[in-house]
Structures are given as C-alpha cells and as structure tokens.
C-alpha cells in the first residue's frame, strides 16, 4: 500500500470489545492465496449467528441457535478454503481443548467452535491449497497470544488472503470496526469483524449494480459486545447487522453467497434500561452493530492490496468509481 493511504496505526477494532482477541494465519507462495481468521472471546461468552446467503459453508451454526442446550461460545474460526478449510476448525478445536475450554462433559471439554468459509479456492494457482487443521491452530494460538486490545491487522491477511469482490473482479480483504454507544450505555462497545469475498462490490450512490459475473462469494463477519444478552437476543443482534452488509454492499445475499454474521456477547457489563422505553438501549445496540458491520466491510475493501498470481490479477478497487462505469 501506498504511503497516502496508510491509515493511523490504531483504529477502532473488534479488539476494542474487552477480552475479544483475535488470530491470523495465512500463506501466499507456492500456489497459496488462503488463510483462517480466529475470534477469541473470553469464557463463558454467549453466541448466535444468521445466515443469508444462499450457498454457505458453515460448521455448528445449528448449535447456536436460541432453543439448543449450549449457549456459549468458545471461539468462532472463518476460513478460506470453500467446505474444505471448515477442517481449520478442528485446529480451533484442539487449541481450545488443550486450554481446558469447552462445554464440560464427563472426561473432558467439548469446545464450541462455530465457522464459516469464504469461497477462494485455486486463487493462489493451487485448488488443492486450502487451510487445515494445523492453520487453524496456527490462527488460534496468534489470538491467544495477543495482548488485551491489541490492534487487527487488515487486509489481505487470515481469512481475507484470498478473498475478492465483484465475483472475482477485484480484490477483497478483511477490516474490523467499533463503536461505543451513548448516554448512560457509553461503557458498551459494539466491534465487527468481516472477511469482505462478495459478489457485490461497495455501493455508490445513484449507480448501477454490477452485473453478477462469475464466480462463488461470501461476506463473513463476527459482531461481538462486551453488553449482557440472551442467546435470543444475540440472534436477533445478527439478523439486525446483516443491514450493514447490505448498505455496504450491491447486491448482497445472493444464491451465490454465503453471507453469515457469528454475534459473541462477553456479559461483562450491563446496559442501562431507558425509564420510558425499557428496549431502547438494545435498539440502539442492534443499529450499532449493523454499522459496524458496514464500516468493516468497508475497511475491508480500502485495506485489500493487488496480488497477481498464476490464477490471474485481483487489483484494488477503484475507490469512488461510479458502479456503472466499471
């Protein structure tokens, strides 16, 4: 990147939620444009999920819904890799066993770790170059090894080596984004993380869509807050972040992605009730996390970087070109 568009050296990050961590692995030689992002939240962190797109890779979603027996979450992994590299959730899932976290079952732990994949195969020139299990420890053990609010590297790095937009017309990246609500709640963080592989491209006002291309695709992204809520109110925090994604994005949710948002609640504190309108604070808290969704996407996109291999030329996207002139 350009010495103009650097950014400052510490932005706003899902990091600045209290406790959350986060891990990269990734490679890019040999026939390698891959890697696996990892969310570490602290123990006993509550997590839900939803689905939109139309063709997900995902592990253990089905655990994360409101009415099943565990309500926690261990650690949420996203990969490259398609349905291959979900095999970087069993790395999570060792680390995580080693370190003694998971549901406690006799005998042990059973750790819960949800995931979902970006569609990036043969990117590197390799299709049989995707993340393993070992990456995914790899990605693990770097978020268990950072300190308490450390800064996210962004762009083409984990889970967004590989990733592009516009159906493989530019490259995309991964990006990360918080906001503090106000008042009374301005102890509460809302954080998002996203893999930006999408088949839209970043909207621009009064302009066309672009035409769909070819190519699989997918937006992941991790919502986490250091507020208390239900599992139930975790899912519904997810539905209502996928609106980032979509004023992020044109078009989005497609038959041909996978656009999933993990939400990870810490319960270390606690939102302060409006007098009038009790459900206010968690309004707001649901409108914070669509747009930190839509800033990270975004991030996403500004941070990705050109990469030519032997599958082709990803270029940056044009910042501030109208859709329909691409």
């Known amino acids: 990147m350009s010495q103009d568009k650097k950014k400052p050296s510490r932005q706003s990050a899902i990091t600045d939620v209290p406790g959350i961590r986060v891990g990269q692995a990734q490679r890019r030689t040999d026939g390698w444009l891959t890697g696996v992002s990892v969310v570490l939240p602290p123990p006993g962190t509550i997590g839900s999920v939803d689905v939109r797109g139309g063709g997900p890779g995902t592990h253990e979603t089905d655990a994360l819904d409101p009415t099943t027996m565990v309500a926690t979450v261990d650690a949420v992994a996203l990969t490259g890799g398609s349905a291959y590299g979900l095999a970087a959730a069993g790395g999570v899932q060792q680390w995580c066993e080693e370190n003694g976290r998971g549901f406690a079952v006799p005998g042990g732990v059973v750790p819960i770790v949800p995931a979902a994949a970006i569609f990036d195969l043969g990117r590197g020139g390799d299709f049989s170059a995707r993340p393993n299990a070992a990456m995914g420890y790899e990605a693990a053990l770097d978020a268990a ?11 083409n790095v984990g889970a967004g080596t590989g990733a592009a937009i516009g159906a493989g017309k530019y490259k995309g990246g991964l990006g990360t ?46 919502v986490a807050t250091n507020a208390t809520l239900t599992a139930a109110q975790a899912k519904r925090t997810a539905t209502a ?5 979509a004023r992020a994005l044109n078009p989005v949710h497609t038959l041909a992605d996978g656009d999933t948002i993990f939400t990870l609640a810490t319960c270390a504190d606690v939102l302060a009730p409006h ?29 990705a970087e050109a990469v030519q291999t032997p599958w082709g030329i990803l270029p940056r996207f044009p910042d501030g070109t109208p859709q329909g002139s691409i």
């Open 177 to 222: 984004a918080a906001i503090r609500l106000t008042g009374e709640n301005a102890h509460i963080v809302v954080g998002a993380f996203a893999v930006v592989n999408a088949a839209g491209i970043p909207w621009v006002p009064g302009a066309q869509s672009l035409p769909a291309g070819e190519g699989l695709n997918t937006t992941l992204a991790v």
């Open 145 to 155: 090894s950072s300190t308490e609010g450390a800064d996210v590297v962004r762009g």
């Open 241 to 245: 972040a996928h609106a980032g994604m």
């Open 275 to 303: 007098p009038a309108f009790p459900l206010a604070p968690l309004i707001e808290l649901q409108s914070a996390a669509a747009e930190a969704v839509r800033l990270a996407i975004l991030d996403g996109v500004a941070q």
